[in-house]
């Protein structure tokens, strides 16, 4: 059974950078999708970057050319580098898996962390 834990999230200024973490344990394979979803309050769920071991990263139109999804098969772990934030960036990122080809539907995900909170000032 996979586990993931987030990481990184703080309160930064517009303009500014973070990058989170996402630790697995269990075994997370080249063929699990990993994506990013964020929550701002009062707001449902959405979708902003996935991406198989394999192939190209695909970006919520919100965020391309600002963030980029990564992974360390050997450490595990998917990052999400997030570069020149704004306001509306802000929110609850959630790291999540699911076995097979990405997808940004949220309910075929079967594996979610518990979140890391970003809050960006302007």
């Known amino acids: 059974q996979v586990q993931l834990v987030e990481s990184g999230g703080e309160s930064v200024q517009a303009g500014g950078s973070l990058r989170l973490s996402c630790a697995a344990s269990g075994y997370i394979a080249s063929t699990h999708c990993m994506g990013w979803f964020r929550q701002a309050p009062g707001k449902e769920r959405e979708w902003v970057a996935h991406?198989?071991?394999?192939?190209?990263?695909d970006y919520a139109s919100s965020v391309k050319g600002r963030f980029t999804i990564s992974r360390d098969i050997a450490k595990n772990t998917v990052y999400l580098q997030m570069n020149s934030l704004k306001p509306e960036d802000s929110g609850t990122y959630y790291c999540a898996a699911r076995i097979g080809v990405c997808s940004p539907v949220e309910s075929s995900y079967t594996a979610w962390g518990q979140g890391t909170q970003v809050t960006v000032s302007s």
């Open positions: 991406r198989l071991n394999i192939g190209v990263a």
